[in-house]
């Protein structure tokens, strides 16, 4: 069984940054195309980042390109959000997500392809 534990949410103010972190246990995370999500109150979830299996090729949301980086440490099964000049709207719970198999270079944006999920660490934005 794999479990995911993200870690590194809380309060910060405007321009300020977070550095969030994904513990992968069970299984080898070479196996998985890794990605973060978010959620904010009374809004869906939505496609924040990903990374694929060899870490070469990363996606980003259009709201976060340029001020977020993706990145995963295989030896350490774990996955980072770096997460700079932080917004208002950049408030929510942070999700991370792994997706089973696949192409080594492959990445998707699409949350229901997408195998375990963790439960979450909060990120609030003050301005």
């Known amino acids: 069984q794999v479990q995911l534990v993200e870690s590194g949410g809380g309060l910060v103010q405007a321009g300020g940054s977070l550095r969030l972190t994904c513990a992968v246990s069970g299984r080898t995370i070479t196996n998985y195309v890794m990605a973060w999500f978010r959620q904010a109150p009374g809004k869906e979830r939505e496609f924040v980042a990903a990374?694929?299996?060899?870490?070469?090729?990363?996606r980003y949301a259009d709201s976060v390109r340029g001020r977020f980086t993706i990145s995963r440490d295989n030896a350490k099964n774990t996955v980072i959000l770096q997460m700079n000049s932080l917004k208002p709207e950049d408030t929510a719970v942070y999700y991370c997500?792994?997706?089973?198999?696949?192409?080594?270079?492959?990445?998707?944006?699409?949350?229901?392809?997408?195998?375990?999920w963790g439960q979450g660490t909060q990120v609030t934005v003050s301005s």
């Open positions: 997500a792994a997706r089973e198999g696949g192409n080594t270079s492959y990445v998707t944006r699409i949350s229901r392809t997408y195998d375990y």
């Open positions: 990374i694929s299996r060899n870490g070469f090729t990363t």
